[in-house]
């Protein structure tokens, strides 16, 4: 189904176009690019209220700048979906998110448009930066350098690193703050506090306004605009805030704030800053979900709705006709409040996903007992690890994919120390349409080579439960990994049990042929049991449980009975699980002949997940194969795969 563009949008095939609309019909085209985003979305999915919160700052941008010879970078890029309608990719914008599709974040494979690929936060003032002193070592100095950056992602450290660089730079540098207290939850912490005071400042913004007016007139005279901006701004700032400006202290020029939903402003002051010459820093006042109300006023729950009537607002739910099994993140967070019910040294740490995994479960439990830092993994990690010295046992749920910012803070604040601390890593393996920024197909392999640390995935929901309540009691660092998405238990709320570190178990007996899995994937391996008996195998499961460490015992059993060995696992195959039991066969003298089934070597574009388990080979039919495969049955004998 292809959507109609508007009038003006339809005749927008590159932003040049854009140059040729009066002030009025730039107002027409950010209504239109709006509606055009709400009628996509709301019949496909995918992001939302981040896209309508920046339309008007897209087309300002793509009317004054140069791209994509001028530089401009999203963070993140889920705010991006105007940008890309606007570039080229319009008529193919239906295939958003969908497999072999066009991703839902910039990607530079996809547009010369995208300068910088952008799935995590806080990255674009460095590769910006990286960009502007690479564009005036050669002699570039007409090219500008934009990176959009949330206030949400502004907290990430990666963004104060690069603007402390940023400040001693003298390159074409503008970032701009999309300033608009959310960033999938309500953004938190003090930075939040300072931009409110900069906000709702009325005497500073009066004098800023005026400022601008100032500049609006003379910037004609080319770079006078800057010694009158140098003689004024000092005195306001110092004057009418609180406290120092803290860009200002970055030796970041700062000019704000201004309403990012008018666009005829915005592009007077981006014209006048491309006079300007140095780092500077613009700040504009945003809604997320701007001109969709809904969206507007519940902004957590529009971040991506999924598919929705957008005359109604009513967000499209499936009616389960059977008891329906829940998702692992809110397992884990029922899970967390029973367990601290039970313990009073839990307590709960997300760097800005409190919703995402079922933090705020715990947070509406023991708020006093629950902290989000804001989007700052590393932080996230080192506070758990200074919680656990003083006796609590933090469970610090961070997705997998995320969770790869905070590695060194794994190795050497939590497992060099030997702390008590509770990982959770969701999102483990293929993360679906978010596509390969936000796979976690690494966690295994990089895990499992620290010193001290219990690696473990459940195979089921009362399996996620027990390794949380294993965890609290481990007195050491302890990992969990597990996947987007529903598990398989309706009836999930087994008493805990604990689970011997270390120990998996059979699922089924068999004597042809052993397949060893480790989380969720095995399940997989179930559903085939019915036509491994079809095709008269006697096939052997084992549920692994744990990479590090494993079951030796187990593994004794496997080896000495079976010359035929598959392993399976959703993460990558490069150092993952299945290299781990290749390892240990070869160390203990055993030689049985073993395929290898998990992510392989390569990129892995988005898709739903069952989608891109089967392009790999390691879903139902895959698993399937390879069985006849090693035992040597056609394709033909029997059943069909």
């Known amino acids: 189904m292809q959507i109609e563009p508007g009038e003006l949008l339809r005749g927008i095939h590159h932003p040049e176009e854009l140059k040729n609309l009066s002030k009025d019909q730039l107002v027409q085209i950010c209504d239109e690019l709006r509606q055009f985003i709400i009628d996509h979305v709301s019949v496909y999915g995918g992001h939302f209220g981040a896209g309508l919160g920046v339309v008007e700052l897209t087309v300002a941008l793509h009317y004054v700048l140069n791209t994509p010879d001028d530089q401009l970078i999203w963070d993140v890029g889920h705010q991006a979906y105007g940008h890309k309608i606007l570039t080229g990719r319009r008529n193919d914008f239906h295939t958003n998110r969908l497999y072999k599709g066009l991703s839902g ?102 004098v800023k306004d005026e400022v601008w007016n100032l500049l609006g007139k003379i ?64 700040h504009c006042i945003t809604v997320k979900g701007k001109g969709f109300a809904p969206a507007e006023k519940d902004q957590t729950k529009w971040h991506a709705p999924g598919k929705f009537d957008k005359i109604t607002g009513e967000i499209a739910k499936k009616i389960p006709t059977t ?114 920024t936000h796979h976690g197909a690494y966690d295994l392999a990089f895990l499992r080579c620290v010193p001290n640390l219990v690696v473990s995935a459940p195979m089921n929901e009362e399996e996620l439960r027990n390794l949380m309540f294993s965890g609290a009691e481990h007195q050491a660092p302890y990992a969990i990994r597990y996947p987007r998405g529903q598990g398989v238990m309706p009836d999930w709320r087994k008493p805990f049990r604990k689970i011997p570190t270390g120990q998996g178990r059979i699922i089924t007996e068999g004597k042809d042929i052993a397949i060893l899995t480790i989380g969720h994937i095995g399940n997989y391996v179930l559903e085939n049991s019915k036509k491994f008996k079809e095709l008269g195998l006697s096939v052997a499961h084992y549920d692994m ?97």
């Open 219 to 282: 910037s004609k005279f080319g770079f006078s605009a800057q010694d009158v901006v140098s003689k004024v701004e000092g005195a306001i700032k110092s004057a009418m805030l609180k406290q120092s400006n803290l860009f200002e202290s970055l030796n970041l020029r700062y000019f704000g704030p201004v309403d990012g939903h008018d666009v005829n402003h915005l592009v007077e002051v981006l014209n006048d800053l491309k006079d300007i010459p140095g780092p500077k820093i613009l």
């Open 105 to 206: 974040f910039p990607k530079r494979k996809e547009s010369p448009f995208d300068a910088f690929g952008v799935g995590h936060s806080s990255t674009s003032i460095s590769a910006a930066l990286g960009m502007a002193m690479a564009s005036k070592y050669k002699g570039e100095t007409h090219r500008q350098h934009v990176a959009v950056i949330g206030d949400g992602a502004m907290t990430g450290g990666m963004a104060f690193e690069a603007m402390n660089h940023a400040g001693v730079s003298d390159c074409n540098l503008l970032i701009i703050l999309n300033d608009n207290c959310m960033s999938i939850d309500p953004n938190v912490g003090a930075l939040k506090d300072y931009l409110t005071d900069i906000t709702t400042s009325h005497t500073y913004n009066k």
């Open 323 to 436: 008891p329906q099994a829940p998702k692992y993140q809110d397992v884990f967070g029922h899970t967390l409040v029973e367990l601290a019910e039970k313990n009073k040294n839990i307590v709960g740490v997300t760097p800005a996903m409190p919703s995402g995994s079922s933090m705020n479960i715990m947070m509406k439990a023991f708020p006093e007992r629950s902290y989000d830092v804001g989007i700052a993994e590393q932080h996230a990690v080192t506070f758990s690890a200074g919680l656990a010295t003083q006796g609590l046992v933090p469970f610090c749920n961070i997705y997998s994919t995320f969770m790869q910012r905070a590695y060194d803070q794994v190795i050497h604040d939590v497992c060099l120390q030997d702390l008590p601390v509770v990982l959770c890593l969701d999102r483990a393996g293929f993360a679906g349409a978010d596509g390969p």
């Open 545 to 641: 449980r744990f990479v590090k460490p494993l079951d030796e015992s187990l593994l004794h059993e496997v080896f000495g009975k079976f010359d035929k060995v598959i392993t399976v696992e959703d993460g990558c195959l490069m150092g993952g699980f299945g290299s781990a039991v290749l390892e240990w066969m070869m160390d203990h003298d055993y030689y049985s002949r073993v395929k290898r089934l998990g992510i392989p070597d390569e990129v892995v574009e988005h898709g739903e997940q069952g989608e891109l388990h089967h392009e790999c080979g390691f879903d139902a039919s895959g698993i399937l194969q390879t069985v006849k495969d090693m035992m040597n049955l056609k394709v033909s004998d029997k059943i069909n795969v």
